[in-house]
């Protein structure tokens, strides 16, 4: 994969939330991020692999914390790096085998870091309020669906 291939063509306010909802959930729940998502203009879904399904109390915790970060109006910057300089910083892991050496890392304020080649808003006051709409626990895997509403 070449930098100069086109970004993935996600939708940016969705896309952000998704990282933010990934930190979210590696802070609250020591998990890793989302192994599997599906990123969609009117709703998503992410996969995390949990030892037991959050509580409703803890859901609704999620959902407090994501949309406080929104609410910080982050910078959302990109930089570009040698594998070797991202490697002490981001997960690798999920990186396919033919990705060149230099990668795209997207910064969400201090709050989260990631190798990244979707589109994403410059400022998290774009992204909406983040809305958590079911969510499901089985063998090891809790999936939330979601979505993000712009205000009018």
Known sequence: M?????????????????????QTMVRMFG?????????????????YELTQAPTEKQVQEIEQRVNEVIQLNL????????QEEASGIVDLSKLPDDV?????????GDYDICACIGQHV???????????????????????????????
């Open 75 to 82: 910078p959302v910057q990109e930089k570009f790096m040698s």
């Open 2 to 22: 070449e930098l100069n291939e086109a970004k993935k063509n996600y939708y940016a306010p969705m896309h952000t939330a998704e990282h933010i909802l990934n």
């Open 122 to 152: 410059e400022n998290t006051s774009e992204v909406g309020r983040f809305e958590i709409l079911t969510h499901d626990y089985k063998n090891g895997r809790w999936r939330v669906r979601w979505r993000v509403k712009r205000e009018q």
């Open 31 to 47: 998990c890793g991020r989302s192994r599997n998502a599906h990123i969609e203009r009117k709703k998503s879904k992410c996969d």
């Open 100 to 108: 060149s050496d230099t990668l795209r890392i997207i910064l969400v």
